[in-house]
C-alpha cells in the first residue's frame, strides 16, 4: 500500500457507481489470454495487481527471483491503476477467465466466493504447497471467510490518526493512549482557537473510522450479511461532524476536494487526519512540517477496536494450475529477499521472514513498523469485522454521501436515509 495506497482505501469504484479523484496512477497493461502449459512441463500462470509503477518495478523484481527458483513456472503479469483493475476484473469474472492470482481485498472476499470466483486455499496448505506459519500477529486470519481460505495477506496496516506534531505542541495539545472522543475533540478545538487553523481533515466520512466508532460501542459497521448499526446511529455520528464543519473544527469539505490529490493535513488545512497508518509515508513528501502517529480515540479511555487490514492473494477457483499459484503465493509471503524488495509498499511485511528481513532506514516507515508494535503490544488488536457481498458498494456509498452531507448538499437526515437505501440494495444483490 505505502505512498500510493491512499488511492486503494478512497478511490471509489466506478463499477459501484460512484467516482472520486484519485492520485493518477498511471495504468499499464501486460498480457492477457488465458494461462497453460508447454511440452517441456513448464507451465504459465497469470498475476494481476493494482498500484503504481514504483509497485510494478518491485513485483517484477520479485517476479524475476520467483521464476529463478521455479523455472517451470512462468508468470505472466498485468497491472492498473486501482478502478480501471477492479472494472477489469469484474469483467473477466463474469466471463469465466479472470486471472490465475491476483491482489485482492477483504471487502471483495465475500462478493467474489458467493459468485464461486476464488480458490479454496485450504487443500494447497494441506499438500504443502502453500506455508501459513510465522505470519505476524495473527494476520492470515484477515483471508479466513466462513470455514475458507479465500487470500493469503502480503502485508498488514491499521486505522492510525496522523497529526502535524508542530502544530499540535504549539496548541500544547498531548496525544495519549486511551484518550477519549470528547478529549479529542476539545483538542481540535484548542488547536482552532488558538492556532486558526481547522483541527481535522474530516474524520466523519471514513468507513473504517466510523466501524471502529461503532466497535468501541459494541456494534460494528458490518456484519456478516448486512449492517450492524442503526439509522439513529449514523444520524448522531454525522450530525455531529457536520456541526463540526459549520464550527470551523474540521477543515472546510471543498477546500478538501480542491486540495486532492493532496491532502489538507500535508497543506497545512488542518491539524490531524484519520488513514491507515502505512499511507502515512505520503505526508513526509507532500508537506514540510512534522507528521506523527497518535493513538485512535477511544469512547472507554481503552478500547479502540482497531484490526489489522491487509491486502492479500487470492487464487482463481478454476485455474488449470493451483498447485503453482499456491507456489507462487507462498513465495512472494515467505521469501525474505522479496521482503527486501517489496518493504512496506502494501502494508507491513506480513510474515516474520520478510518483516525482519526488510530494515526501513527512512523515519517514516520507521514510525509505521513502531506504531503497530505499540498497538499489538498494548492489546487492542481484534478481530477484522466482516465484509459481506456488496460491502464494496457500500464504502463508495458512505464516503460519497457523507461528502454531500458534509457540503450541505443533503440534509443529515436525507443522507442518512439515501445511506441506508442505498446499502440494502448493494448488499441484497
Known sequence: ??????????????????????????????????????????????????????????????????????????????????????????????????????????????????????????????????????????????????????????????????IDEKVFKAAGVTAEQGWTWDQYFAALKKIHDTQKVAGDTGYFGIMYLYDLYLRQNGKA????????????????????GYNRVKAGIVTDPKKVEQLKPKSALASGDGASEFTWDNFTVRYATEGDSSYGLAPIPTTDGKETGQYLGSLMLSGFARTKHPKEVAQFISFMVHDPEVGKIMGYDRGLLSTTEQFDAYKPTDAPNQAIAKYEADVAEAGLLGTITPHPAGADTVEAAFLRVASDMSTGKTKVSDAVKQFFSEAKTALAT
Not at 492520485?23 to 503504481?52: H, K, N, Q, Y
Not at 449492517?227 to 450530525?239: H, I, N, P, R, Y
Open 221 to 240: 459497521f458490518f456484519t456478516e450479511d448486512g449492517l450492524g448499526f442503526k439509522e439513529s446511529d449514523l444520524t448522531e455520528w454525522w450530525q455531529d
Open 1 to 162: 500500500m505505502g505512498m500510493n495506497g491512499s488511492v486503494e482505501r478512497r478511490t471509489v469504484l466506478k463499477v459501484a457507481g460512484a467516482s472520486l479523484a484519485t492520485a493518477g496512477l498511471a495504468a499499464t497493461t501486460g498480457c492477457g489470454g488465458g494461462s497453460g502449459g508447454s511440452g517441456d512441463g513448464t507451465v504459465e500462470i497469470r498475476f494481476a495487481w493494482w498500484g503504481a509503477e514504483e509497485r510494478a518495478k518491485r513485483i517484477n523484481q520479485s517476479i524475476k527471483l520467483f521464476e529463478k527458483k521455479y523455472p517451470k513456472i512462468k508468470v505472466k503479469t498485468d497491472f492498473q491503476d486501482y478502478v480501471a483493475f477492479w472494472e477489469k476484473f469484474q469483467t473477466q469474472a463474469a466471463g469465466g477467465n479472470p486471472p490465475d492470482v491476483f491482489q485482492n481485498a477483504v471487502a471483495f472476499l465475500r462478493k467474489y466466493d458467493k459468485r464461486s470466483v476464488l480458490l479454496d486455499l485450504k487443500s494447497q496448505v494441506d499438500a504443502g504447497n502453500l506455508d501459513l506459519k510465522n505470519f505476524r500477529a495473527g494476520v492470515e486470519k484477515v483471508g479466513e471467510v466462513d470455514g475458507k481460505l479465500l487470500g493469503v495477506p502480503v502485508g498488514s496496516n491499521t486505522m492510525s490518526l496522523v
